[in-house]
Nanobody
Framework: QVQVAESGGGLVLLGGSTKLSCVFS????????LSWFRQLPGEEREFVAA????????YGSDSVKGRFAISRDNGKRTVYLQMNGLRTEDTAKYYC??????????????????WGQGTQVTVSS
């Protein structure tokens, strides 16, 4: 059974940086797209970024492009989300997800087979 587990996050100052990690287990890592989503209470999950085994990457809204960077260490079976220039609107619970996806399927939560418990990122001024 594929499992992913996030770590990192917490309280970050406005304009600061933080790095989230997600460890994958229980499956063939090379078969999976690994992605980050975020969610506010009462809202739908928003796609943030995705990375494939080969290093192909995609990002969600224009607001995160250029500030967030997704990376993947295949040897450690871990995916990272480096978040820079944090804004108050980045405050959310961030989720890691794993799925056997094509590059055009990464934005839709229902395509993923495994989700982590989420980690809270709170940006404070």
């Amino acid at each position: 059974q594929v499992q992913v587990a996030e770590s990192g996050g917490g309280l970050v100052l406005l304009g600061g940086s933080t790095k989230l990690s997600c460890v994958f287990s229980g499956g063939t890592f090379s078969s999976y797209m690994l992605s980050w989503f975020r969610q506010l209470p009462g809202e739908e999950r928003e796609f943030v970024a995705a990375v494939s085994w080969s290093g192909w990457k995609a990002y969600g809204s224009d607001s995160v492009k250029g500030r967030f960077a997704i990376s993947r260490d295949n040897g450690k079976r871990t995916v990272y989300l480096q978040m820079n220039g944090l804004r108050t609107e980045d405050t959310a619970k961030y989720y890691c997800a794993a799925g056997k996806l094509r590059p055009d399927q990464e934005k839709w939560p229902h395509n993923y087979e495994s989700w982590g418990q989420g980690t809270q990122v709170t940006v404070s001024s």
